[in-house]
């Protein structure tokens, strides 16, 4: 069965310092791979994704992610943070069961608290 | 803005009543997702539906149900309600294919009382 881990619950960053947000997952097949940030009381928005190709995945907000197939990991990285990023990040894999049925399965959240 | 839309935003009730909560897809989207997001439990998964069928199911209780019409839009019933049924329950919308990615609404949160 698919899964994602997010090991860390919280991550504490000054502004301006680069900021990774971890992942792990586990997949059978080829893994189809989220980030997904929410903000208080408002959805999940999303930031980017990896399907194929280059391993260093560009997204929204200055986002990036990074896929590491033999570390399984998928990390969500950026060069300088800001406190607007402070949030709630989902990493998350699709689980597909056929050409119109899947599900996405979601990791338990990090907390992205960056200070000024 | 996704462009996913969800009604109400928020809803108060009392144990053992019944709730429907309503998502519009985004222009174009066949398929719908319902998803619950309780302190406890994160967010799960509850059920797909592509084109008005229902097509993957996740951990829905037996008391709820949903459908999708055949204008795509989507109404989750929660019934028999239930103290630990209080949750954000969030809607999504996708095309198909290897592509896919999910648009989330903006959730109703439910507070049963």
């Known amino acids: 069965a698919q899964s994602v881990a997010q090991p860390e619950d919280q991550v504490n960053v000054a502004e301006g310092n680069p900021l990774t947000v971890k992942c792990t997952y586990s997949v059978s097949g080829n893994p189809y791979l989220f980030w997904y940030v929410q903000y208080p009381n408002r959805g999940l928005q999303f930031l980017l994704k990896y399907i194929t190709g280059d391993n260093l995945v560009k997204g929204s907000y200055g986002f990036e992610a990074e896929f590491n197939k033999s570390q399984t990991s998928f990390h969500l990285k950026k060069p300088s943070a800001l406190v607007s990023d402070s949030a709630l990040y989902f990493c998350a894999v699709r689980d597909v069961k056929h050409s119109s049925a899947s599900k996405i399965i979601f990791g338990s959240g990090t907390r992205l608290s960056i200070r000024p | 803005d996704s462009g996913v839309t969800q009604t109400p935003k928020h809803l108060i009730t009392a144990t053992g009543q019944r709730v429907t909560l309503r998502c519009s897809p985004r222009?174009?989207?066949?398929?719908v997702y319902w998803y619950q997001q309780s302190l406890d439990q994160g967010l799960q998964f509850l059920i797909q539906y592509y084109n008005g069928e229902e097509r993957a199911k996740g951990n829905i209780l037996e008391r709820f149900s949903a459908q999708q019409f055949p204008d795509l839009h989507s109404e989750l019933n929660l019934s028999s309600l239930e103290l630990g049924d209080s949750a954000l329950y969030f809607c999504?919308?996708?095309?198909?294919?290897?592509?896919?990615?999910?648009?989330f609404g903006p959730g109703t949160r439910l507070l049963v009382l």
């Open positions: 222009s174009g989207d066949l398929s």
């Open positions: 999504a919308s996708s095309t198909q294919g290897p592509t896919e990615t999910q648009y």
